[in-house]
Structure formats: structure tokens, C-alpha cells
């Protein structure tokens, strides 16, 4: 058997940086002690940097989705209307925990591969003054469309806004103050390098006066009690404390690149993979749009099954890509770009590629994407090495 490296390039979890491994073999401290809390307090700091306010950002253990049901059941009462941009996987999540939770949900339901018509969603608010808030997902991991997220705060200026910001904090600008985002969500294991197992939301003064008053059940994730145990140092649960050091130390690597120029990066990424695939003759879902720089789905012709093409990756490249979701699940694949890629990691990706598809059957032109893929890159802007 001939080795192949194993080369993750999925939209989560992505690879960690070495320095984020290491701190992974550090042995564990106990929570308490004050060297702890001051790491802690470096992160929250960090996080908020990251998320673009001054307002609270807390920590969760769990994955992206509990911080979802978290935001739900902090906000909420039963019957509460709101508005749920669906245009994808995650976005209908979002319809379903809100439906879990007896939320009213009114779903505005677009295309995949659409980004959010936040012309749309105004409409739908001025139309119906009970609407309490809207909800969007920024990357929607599932096709690769990144929406205005500016736009969808002025938008929803009159209620509270809910952004989903999974797959997208940490690759692209957040701005949740100026933007007038009450609540963003995301988690540690994409964008910010890190292994799976935190997650995080960014509370305005408007959605704290909104968890007053609202009585959905909570526990776990009850905000009120992460935020008095935060103000402490701390956490109100065990934390996840080997992530959190982990954690520390991806935002120190992102920091040390800067946010611009790791934003830049992200959107050489998608040009790059866009033109790959384009050369490849397969059909990127998403617009072809600089803003779409954290995952490229590319959609394959009828006769390529996209399931057995990640197989066939994976098997004989070492090389990890994703399938589609739910009705697209056999004919999109899914190439994640976002954290710790390079433009390199992305040529090896495109090449091994070429190659299943040719030996798929597929014609290709040997190299067209590679030499794709490096063009759109384009030049070396600022060499860093990490
Ligand atoms: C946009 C978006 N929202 C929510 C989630 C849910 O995250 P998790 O499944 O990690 O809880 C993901 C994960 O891929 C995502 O990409």
C-alpha cells in the first residue's frame, strides 16, 4: 500500500496550526487558578476583537449548535414570532430549533446557493409589526453564499438580529456594533483553528434586556449565568479547559497575521478554488463573488456521483473533501478554505482532484487546474511564515 497524507480540507474542523497542537499537549491546569483566569481573560478579549464589540461574548462547551438552542432559549417565549432567512443546511436549523422551542417562525425560504435579499426580510418586518426578530446565517456552510451581513443589520434595525457566523468569524470581517448585530453565533472549530468542542455568542444591551424578559426554559446555556461567572474569571461549568488554551493560542496565530491580511487571504482563497473548479468544468453554486471565500460547493455533472468522488479523494489522494447536504448531497463537493489553508494546501487539493475526476472519467485538461488555481491566486502580497 502506498502512503498518502491525510489533508484535511473541509468547511470543519479544518487543520490546527502547530502551535495550536502543542498547547492541545500542554498538561491540564485546574480551572481556578488565576493563571487560568488571566488566559481566559486574554481569549474573551481576543473573541471580542474577533466579533467586532465591546458588548459580552460567552463561552460555551459544545459545539456551534448549542450556542443556536442557547440564543433561542435566552431570547425567547413560547409563540414569539421571528423571521429565518432559509437559503440553506444550517439556516434550516435554525427553522427547527426555533420550532422545537414553540417559536412562530416565519420562513422566508430562498434558493440555495442565494444569498440573504435583505430587501426581502425589510419587507417582511414592515409588513408585520409582531415579528420580534430576524435570523441569518452568515457563510451558509452548505453552498459557499456568504450574505451582507451589514445590510441585514440595517435591515432589521427595528428588531433584534441573530447572525450566524459559524464558518465565517475569523475568516471574514465581523462587525457586530457597527452592523447592528444583537446576537452572533459561532463556534472555535473552522475559521479559528481550533478542535471541535467550543462555542460562542457575541450579547448586545438589546438582547440582555431581551434575556430578562424572556421565559423559555434554559439551564445549560443560560446567558445570565455565564455572564456573572465570566465577570468572576470564569465559567459557571467545568470549561473546556485544554480548548480554551488551544483556543488562546489560535487567536494569538490569527493576531500575530492580522485580521485584514488573514481576510485577504480567505478571499485569494475562494478566487483560487472558484477557478480550479471553474477549469475543472464543474459549476461553483454560489456567485462567483470575492465575498464567497470560506467554502467552495462546486456542482458536478449528472453521471459524477460527489459522494463517491470524496471517497475516491480520500481513498487514493489522502485528500478530504466534503459531499453536499440533504437533496444536493450526491452532486455538490464541498472544498473548505477557511483557517489554516494556504495557498499551497489548496494547489495539492486541486491537483488531487484533477486527478480523481480524470480517473472518474471526466475529462480534464492535466494541470488546468493547478495552473487555475495558482493565477487567481495571484502574487505574493507579504511572505509570513507560521
Ligand atoms: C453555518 C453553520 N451554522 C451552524 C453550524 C452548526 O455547527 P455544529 O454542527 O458544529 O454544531 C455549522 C457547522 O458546520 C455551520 O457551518
Known sequence: MIMNKYRLMIPGPTPTPPQVAVAGALPLVDERIPQFAALFDRVLGNLRRVFGTAHDVLVFASSTTGSMEG?????????????????????????????????DVVELAQPWGT??????????????????AAICVHCETSTGAVSDLAGFGAATAGVLSIADAASSLGA???????????????????????PPGLSFVSVSERAWRAQ???TLPRFYFDWRAAKVAMDHGGTPWTPAVGLIVQLDAALVHLFDEGLDA?????????RSVRAAVKALGLTPLAADDDANAVVTAAVCPPYLDAAKLTAALLDGHGVQMSAGYAELANRLIRIGHCGYVDRYDVVVAVAALEQALHDEGHPVEMGAAVAAAQAAYGPASRAVRT
Open 172 to 194: 471574514l470581517p465581523v462587525r457586530a456594533d457597527d452592523w447592528g448585530l444583537d446576537v452572533v453565533v459561532s463556534g472555535c472549530h473552522k475559521a479559528l483553528m481550533t
Open 212 to 214: 430578562a424578559v424572556a
Open 262 to 270: 488573514v481576510a485577504e487571504r480567505h478571499v485569494r482563497l475562494g
Open 115 to 132: 444569498v440573504v435579499d435583505n430587501v426581502e426580510v425589510a419587507r417582511t418586518l414592515d409588513a408585520d409589526p409582531t415579528i420580534r
Open 71 to 103: 440564543a433561542i432559549a435566552n431570547l425567547f417565549s413560547p409563540g414569539d414570532r421571528v423571521v429565518v432567512v432559509d437559503n440553506g443546511f444550517f439556516a434550516a436549523r435554525w427553522v427547527a430549533i426555533a420550532r422545537a422551542y414553540q417559536l
